[in-house]
Each structure stands twice: as structure tokens, then as C-alpha cells.
């Protein structure tokens, strides 16, 4: 059983298109992240939230953190083929073993020039 | 230098095989995890340490076994590797912060793992 279900699995888009990424739960999270990988590499963290209802903008991308903390959606601006990549979100449940990352499948992000 | 390193990078080995993927780190993290990444399943957690005595099994800990050997070094063995445990495998790190429950992991480079 998968925690953190994320949308979509695979995402093409052209150059300068708008694009949404979510991840849901059916739990309530401390605080949810959001990572990016590229080919060859680990993840690296963008952000973290931890207040329901928060957004916090990076740039062209946009998170935020639902009000009942269940959720949380990355918006990107503007795709340019640097954003290519892919993108975990990844929760901390409360009452779980702290410390420990429930991760997302993550979206596959291709942005064609 | 990297902050998380693991050895090796790519490794080819057979069925039957013990296999130690190693993983060091100079963060001066406490924390230390084990992943293993399929395409299409995400990061799925193996093992997680939260100190040299901690040692605790993650959602897919089967045919895996960990070793703390220090706060800087956790390493992963493959007792008897198999074709299905083929996979990129990560180690992370975390400073995981009592207020906020926040709790940034900081992954190395992955070793990719063939078993044939």
C-alpha cells in the first residue's frame, strides 16, 4: 500500500507550457517535501512544508501544503527544459517512527525545448 | 568533496552472490537510511539507523542485512543476491530537527545494482 499517491506518473510538456504535480494521502502529515532527482543522482530536497495551508514559491515553482494537511501540489511556470527531471514528494507521518520519509512513485518530468 | 558518498557506483554480480554496498557520510548526521529505487515504485525504505546501537527494518528489509560500523559508515549486504533485488539503491542521511518534525534527507550518487 502506497501512502502518498502522486499524479501524474509521467508528464511531456512543450517549452514555456504550465504544468501540476499532486500528492494525496488519506493521512495526516507533520510535513511533506518535495525532491528532485536527475539521471545519475539522488534526490535533492526543493522545499518543505509544514503548515496546512502554506505556499512557498521557488522561482518558477509553486508548493503548497493543503489546509488539512493531507496534500500538497508542486505548480511549475513556464517549463524550461532545466526543470526536466523527476519529482518525490515525501511525508512525515505524525505518530510514526520519527525521522522517518513515506515517499511518493514520483513524476517523471520531460520539457521539450 | 561530496557529502555522502557510496562504493561502488555499478556493480554486475551473479545470483548467489554476497554483495556490501557501502555508504559514508562527513555531515556529522546521526541518521543514516538505505533505499532501493525501481522505475515506476519510488523510493522504497530497506534499513534506517538513528544511531551506532539503532538499527531498525524498513517496508522491504527481506534478503537485506545493515551494519553500523561508526556514525560516519552504514553499509548494505545482499546475503545471497537474486535477479529481482536488480535496482538503483541509495543511502541517505538526515538532521532531522525535534521542532517542526522536519526531517531533510540528503541522498549520494546511488550504486546500480545488476543481478544476474
Known amino acids: 500500500t502506497q501512502l502518498l499517491e502522486q499524479s501524474p506518473q509521467f508528464l511531456s510538456i512543450q517549452e514555456g507550457e504550465n504544468l501540476t504535480v499532486y500528492c494525496n494521502s488519506s493521512s495526516v502529515f507533520s510535513s511533506l517535501q518535495w525532491y528532485r532527482q536527475e539521471p545519475g543522482e539522488g534526490p535533492v530536497l526543493l522545499v518543505t512544508?509544514?503548515?496546512?495551508?502554506e505556499v512557498k514559491k521557488l522561482k518558477r515553482l509553486t508548493f503548497q501544503f493543503g489546509d488539512a494537511r493531507k496534500d500538497s501540489s508542486l505548480h511549475i511556470t513556464a517549463a524550461q527544459p532545466g526543470d526536466t527531471g523527476l519529482y518525490l514528494c515525501a511525508g512525515g507521518v505524525r505518530g510514526s517512527t520519527l525521522g522517518r520519509l513515506y515517499f511518493g512513485r514520483g513524476t517523471q518530468l520531460t520539457v521539450w525545448p | 568533496d561530496a557529502d555522502v558518498t557510496q562504493t561502488p557506483r555499478n556493480r554486475i554480480t551473479k545470483t548467489g552472490k554476497r554483495i556490501m554496498l557501502e555508504c559514508s557520510q562527513t555531515k556529522g548526521h546521526d541518521r543514516m537510511y538505505w533505499y532501493r529505487q525501481d522505475p515506476g515504485l519510488g523510493l522504497r525504505l530497506i534499513y534506517y539507523?538513528?544511531?551506532?546501537?539503532?538499527?531498525n527494518k524498513g517496508e522491504i528489509s527481506d534478503g537485506y542485512s545493515v551494519s553500523r560500523q561508526a556514525q560516519a559508515k552504514f553499509s548494505l549486504s545482499l546475503e545471497s543476491a537474486i535477479p529481482n533485488q536488480t535496482a538503483l539503491y541509495f543511502c541517505a542521511t538526515s538532521d532531522y530537527m525535534t521542532s517542526g518534525s522536519r526531517n531533510t534527507q540528503y541522498f549520494g550518487p546511488g550504486t546500480r545494482l545488476t543481478v544476474l
Open positions: 512544508v509544514v503548515t496546512g495551508g
Open positions: 539507523s538513528f544511531d551506532v546501537k539503532d538499527i
